[in-house]
């Protein structure tokens, strides 16, 4: 009876349906796993049909079963992409350490410490996770070792031909309360006598020492801004007389810089796409003139390491921008001579997996955050429906505008205005925040920094959702597409005027007025 009932579904008829849907066995007795997508589909139209429409409850059966193994699929899909983008990762690594291994021994050198060789042959630029650059630990402080050279001469023609430029090299050190510690200090844990305690603790303020001097900085600035424009020709010419300095900056702002005068004709840009992603070989230091939309943009340009970011306050409310411009100078000879304090901003890497996707090659990514990644429902008038996972553990699924996956760093953006709470910028961690969410329990969390988040857009949701990154380069993730997010192995160190905690609590009280309110008056009742 079922055979017979259901025989427009069997394989052999299956093309009667509907073109694209047809089911052939494979000849290892298993049903392609796309065929078997598609089939489902038309086993849900069958279903909506009238004439058949609750005929036999095997059919409703069979298409439960057929979304359940469709799921099962989905989830085999995305552990292939994450398994793949890992071990594509652990290449890149290995070919480094190839290289660095044979550039050191045609050097004739080693990797030491910091207290031998030549302080010249190395750059550091790494984060407390020392796997994920080839580091080279000394005792106090975190070092590595890669020597960064410009192979060709560059394609400006405004600059010197043949120049060969060394990036500047320098470590990172640990303080603790203002005093530099004598070793890196984690939590120590102690097992003694079956009790576990926790011996000491380490702020982890992270202070920044040159090895040898900077030798070219990159200017960032905000467009469309008369009094960015005249800080900037300004910020240049001093650099280029006082500290003797190779600059670089944009091609609109080159373009800019040759229209008020051909005196800024020694100013180097790039030519394409291509340039941009070595600008960390060349570049020591950048500088940003704006507000955190322009830190946004100089951490977008850099999909790898990231050089020390000073970012110079010209826009509105300004958490990441702790530098004044108007004692440029005071601030910048400060840093270029070192030592300074710097906060590591943790940045998100996201990757989409494509439920119609035929290889990993169809999917999009990595595309890295420093904010916030979004996902809503766009223009549609229907809830969002997001199935959520952590590390392969179901967390809850979101009925609402949509959800917030944000770093630390993004606490007091998007994040905030939506109900979620600030957190200090150097605390490592995914911020998950629900945007109007239709329950009255659904409150944000914090998740660690080393899970994986997994976000998928259900096949009987009733919309299709939106994600966007950083604000930008937004994306439609339709039904049975997925978002995967983990934290990146690149943060975005920016230099503190202070440190990193006085920082960041100066700039909640100044932005937002955080806790702002009249004092109690003294001159009132009091307890007996």
Same mark, same amino acid.
């Given at each position: ?10 394989p ?8 694209n ?5 494979a ?25 058949l429409h ?6 409703i ?10 799921k ?13 983008a ?5 290449k890149?690594?290995?070919e480094?350490?190839?290289?660095r ?8 050198g ?15 630029i ?16 975190i ?27 320098f ?15 984690h ?57 003797? #300095? =190779?600059?670089?900056?944009?091609? !609109?702002?080159? /373009?800019?810089? +040759? &229209?008020?005068?051909?005196? %800024? ?13 070595l ?90 955050? #420093? =904010?916030?990644?979004?996902?809503? !429902?766009?223009? /549609?008038?229907? +809830? &969002?429906?997001?199935?959520? %996972? ?22 007091t ?105 009249k ?9 007996p």
């Open positions: 009876m079922f055979k017979r009932e259901v025989g427009p579904m069997s052999s008829n299956s093309t009667s349906t509907k073109g849907a047809s089911v052939s066995p000849e290892n007795g298993f049903i392609d796993s796309f065929s078997m997508l598609n089939s489902e589909k038309s086993v849900e139209e069958i279903i909506q049909q009238p004439l609750g005929i036999d409850d095997h059919l059966e069979f298409s439960e079963a057929l979304r359940t193994v469709a099962a699929l989905r989830r085999v899909t995305e552990g292939k992409a994450s398994a793949q890992e071990a594509a990762e652990w890149r690594k290995y480094l350490e190839r290289q291994n044979l550039q050191l021994e045609q050097n004739g080693d990797c030491t410490d910091g207290r031998g060789g030549n302080p010249e042959d190395r750059t550091v790494s984060d407390e996770n020392s796997d994920q650059c080839e580091l080279c630990c000394g005792k106090d402080d070092s590595a070792q890669e020597v960064l050279r410009d192979g060709e001469p560059d394609s400006n023609p405004s600059s010197v031909p043949n120049k060969m430029m060394r990036k500047a090299s470590k990172l050190s640990w303080y603790c309360k203002g005093e530099k510690c004598d070793r890196h200090k939590d120590i844990v102690s097992f003694e006598k079956g009790n576990i305690t926790t011996a000491e603790r380490s702020s982890k303020q992270i202070s920044l020492k040159w090895e040898s001097p900077p030798q070219t900085v990159l200017i960032l600035t905000k467009p469309n801004s008369t009094s960015v424009r005249i800080l900037c020709l300004e910020m240049i010419r001093w650099l280029n007389e006082q500290k003797k #300095l =190779n600059i670089y900056v944009e091609p !609109r702002v080159k /373009s800019e810089l +040759l &229209t008020e005068s051909s005196y %800024y004709s020694f100013v180097q840009t790039w030519q394409d796409d291509k340039d941009v992603l600008l960390h070989t060349k570049v020591d230091l950048v500088v940003t003139l704006g507000g955190d939309g322009t830190v946004l943009w100089a951490a977008s340009m850099f999909k790898g390491p990231v050089p020390p970011i000073v970012p110079f306050s010209l826009g509105s409310l300004g958490f990441m921008t702790p530098f004044h411009s108007e004692h440029y100078r005071q601030y910048l000879s400060s840093i270029l001579c070192g030592p300074i304090s710097i906060t590591l901003r943790h940045r998100l890497q996201c990757h989409i997996i494509r439920d119609e996707a035929k290889s990993e090659y169809e999917n999009e990514g990595p595309m890295l955050v #420093l =904010n916030e990644v979004t996902i809503d !429902r766009g223009i /549609s008038s229907f +809830l &969002t429906n997001l199935e959520c %996972y952590c590390d392969n553990s179901f967390v809850t699924c979101v009925q609402g505008d949509g959800l917030i996956l944000s770093t630390t760093s993004g606490s953006a998007y994040s905030l205005a939506a109900g979620g709470s600030m957190v200090h910028p150097q605390v490592p961690g995914i911020l998950f925040t629900p945007i109007c969410p239709h329950s009255l329990s659904f409150r944000p969390l914090i998740l660690p920094e080393h899970v994986t988040v997994r976000v998928v857009v259900p096949p009987s949701s009733r919309c299709q959702a939106w994600v966007s990154f950083d604000g930008k380069g937004r994306k439609q993730l339709g039904p049975g597409d997925a978002l995967v997010c983990s934290m990146a192995p690149w943060p975005v160190p920016t230099a503190c005027q202070s440190d990193s905690t006085t920082d960041f609590l100066r700039s909640i009280h100044d932005g937002l007025h955080w806790n702002l309110r004092t109690q008056s003294f001159d009132g009742p009091r307890d």
